[in-house]
């Protein structure tokens, strides 16, 4: 059987989501096919309406576009942004990111919530980036999300699978894709994030900032795909003390 | 010769004093930036207090002290090295281009550095509504998405109005637009940004206000506070993003460069989601005195400061000027700069090719790269330029 994961009525063979900011857009092409990227991000305040640097013009034909509403602050702003993504022919896929703190670029579960829900009703494939936090990702769950994708550390840190407890209890609880976004530094951090259950894995920064874009492309098509294998082959049981112990604790027992 | 009467000080206005009209708002971050400011002993750091401060992941305001205190200038390698780290991790290779366009030179204020002061015997113009919509055409076909409107600082020469139909104008070439006009109250602001500006930059040009009192000797400019609170006004106007900057050079450049860090870290502590961004101008030359010349922030203390800004306020952008040579532009951005103006004009109008100005310069530009050039080079840095990195909503 093919391992498909599904957004909406789509259905994707490949778990991992490129992000087209931060590098060079004569590398975006070479970094989709070397990442095997069936979804491409694009942050729609990148778009313009003239033709000398526009994004849109080097995103190869074929893969799904992702806009994201970088730039709203709020639900309302997250609506306004999305709609005029699908006007520009975007498509149906919209990722919210709901920001109001230019510091941290912490997402604001409350206002991303709210947004889901809006756009939902409006025929979007939603995906709401969010701070793992259960009760939030139900929330954006019962207003119509498409996936959950939590954020592993804060954005462009690349230090990896910091919020890992809270990402495991979405993933036990929540019964859509998880795909974990942001904060993924390493090719072993996303094959980490792919063994405990996520559905795919978004980066950006990590490979933008690679010496060889294209090559740290591959490598994290290699290390989802082997985190993918290890989830679905079942990671082995792993002892906590080294060794059963001699004598055994429930040895008393008699009928 | 005309006579000037503030050239006597018992001739000037109280500089602290506000005027009428002025706009009041319930705001501590003025006393708080000098207090910490006159705190501010940059003799007493050390090459392990910056070795600390390069360690840690987010920056103190001590740490920042730090990095502006001669102790800092010796480890100019290591801090460039870091700013660079920190700029590709928030920017990656990103660099965002604009270009400033000057649509009037009337100015009411003596500031006794400045091409625009009104004792300065300067070509005096302002764009016609017609001239300014040829001239962000012409723009337009550059490829550039940003401008910056710029105007002298006269409410007579340059209204509200005429700043806001300038901006509504512009909305039909540009996606991005800001503006760097006199000080306004919120509600004028508030209009502004409703005419399409979303960006305001304010320089204080030195926190030192004894200092600014001796430089600034007329006009509604003399006004410190009014000026120090100028960007809070245009985010309670629900401007986007503000601009801050010191005139380095002007007064002490390490306790310049450190109000202006903290001012904007204060406000973005204040109001979380306004955006900041950086300017970091030196002294020029200007027409009719060119005796101006920065003293002691030379290139290396410039781009040390600039380093200090990029570590203490990683997410904000910073502009580099065209103040500058093309050299150090050209570098500063591969380290720390986000953002370079290209084919600038700071006359009234002289963006379209073969015409002439209208109205005299502000000061004297250093780099005269046109957009094409600017973009090449940036790309041969191996850098990627950016015409737009905003949405209006």
Aim: hydrophobic share 40%.
């Amino acid at each position: 059987m093919k391992d498909t994961f599904k957004l909406g009525n789509h259905e994707f063979t490949s778990r991992f989501i490129l992000g087209s900011g931060k590098y060079s857009l004569d590398l975006i092409k070479a970094a989709v096919e070397n990442a095997g990227a069936q979804i491409i991000t694009l942050a729609l305040r990148r778009a313009t309406t003239g033709n000398v640097a526009n994004i849109l013009d080097y995103i190869p034909k074929g893969v799904t576009l992702l806009p994201n509403t970088s730039g709203a602050r709020n639900a309302e702003e997250a609506a306004r942004i999305a709609r005029l993504a699908r006007e520009v022919g975007c498509g149906d896929f919209i990722k919210i990111e709901c920001i109001r703190d230019s510091k941290y670029l912490l997402p604001d579960n409350y206002e991303t919530a709210k947004a889901t829900e809006i756009l939902a009703k409006e025929g979007f494939v939603v995906m709401p980036y969010m701070y793992p936090d259960l009760n939030a990702a139900r929330d954006m769950a019962n207003a119509g999300a498409a996936c959950i994708m939590p954020l592993g550390a804060p954005i462009g840190t690349n230090k990896g699978l910091a919020t890992k407890e809270f990402i495991r209890i979405l993933i036990d609880e929540i019964d859509l894709p998880v795909i974990v976004d942001a904060g993924i530094g390493k090719p072993s951090q996303a094959c980490e994030a792919m063994e405990m259950g996520a559905a795919a894995v978004m980066a950006n920064t990590a490979i933008a900032t690679a010496g060889d874009v294209p090559a740290m492309a591959e490598a994290f098509k290699y290390a989802i795909a082997a985190g993918r294998a290890a989830y679905l082959a079942g990671t082995g049981r792993v002892l906590e003390t080294g060794a059963a112990a001699s004598s055994p604790l429930t040895g008393f027992l008699a009928d | 010769m005309e006579e000037i009467k503030e050239l006597d000080p018992k001739n000037r206005i109280d500089h602290m004093t506000y005027l009428p009209d002025m706009e009041i708002i319930n705001s501590d971050l003025d006393k708080r930036v000098v207090a910490a400011m006159n705190e501010y002993d940059y003799t007493l750091f050390t090459a392990n207090d910056v070795l600390a401060a390069l360690e840690k992941d987010v920056l103190s305001p001590r740490d920042f002290q730090a990095l502006l205190s001669p102790a800092a200038e010796p480890l100019l390698e290591q801090i460039a090295r870091r700013a660079q780290r920190e700029t590709r991790k928030h920017f990656g290779n990103s660099v965002m281009m604009f270009t400033p366009v000057y649509i009037a030179n009337y100015c009411e204020n003596f500031c006794i550095y400045c091409g625009f002061n009104r004792h300065n015997k300067i070509r005096r113009a302002k764009l016609s509504f017609e001239e300014m919509e040829r001239e962000f055409e012409a723009i337009a076909k550059t490829g550039l998405q940003e401008v910056l409107i710029l105007t002298g600082e006269s409410r007579k020469g340059s209204d509200v109005k005429y700043i806001g139909e300038a901006c509504k104008l512009a909305r039909k070439y540009f996606k991005v637009i800001g503006l760097e006009v006199y000080p306004m109250n919120s509600g004028e602001y508030k209009y502004l940004h409703e005419c399409g500006a979303d960006y305001v930059t304010v320089f204080q040009e030195t926190y030192n206000s004894d200092k600014y009192e001796t430089l600034h000797l007329a006009g509604h400019k003399r006004i410190w506070p009014y000026r120090f609170n100028a960007q809070e006004r245009a985010i309670l106007g629900g401007m986007r993003g503000v601009g801050f900057a010191a005139l380095l050079g002007l007064d002490d450049f390490r306790k310049d460069g450190f109000a202006t860090g903290y001012h904007a870290y204060l406000l973005q502590q204040k109001y979380p989601h306004a955006e900041i961004a950086i300017s970091c101008p030196r002294l020029r030359p200007i027409i009719n005195n060119d005796k101006i010349n920065p003293k002691d922030v030379h290139e290396r203390q410039l781009l040390q400061v600039i380093c200090a800004y990029r570590l203490f306020l990683p997410f904000a952008s910073i502009t580099i000027s065209t103040r500058e040579s093309n050299t150090f532009r050209k570098h500063v951005i591969s380290i720390a700069a986000t953002k370079i103006s290209a084919g600038v004009s700071t006359g009234i109008g002289g963006h379209i090719e073969g015409e002439e100005a209208k109205g005299d310069a502000q000061f004297e530009i250093n780099d005269n790269a046109s957009v094409d050039y600017v973009y090449r080079e940036i790309e041969e840095m191996g850098m990627q330029p950016v015409m737009s990195d905003y949405i209006y909503v």
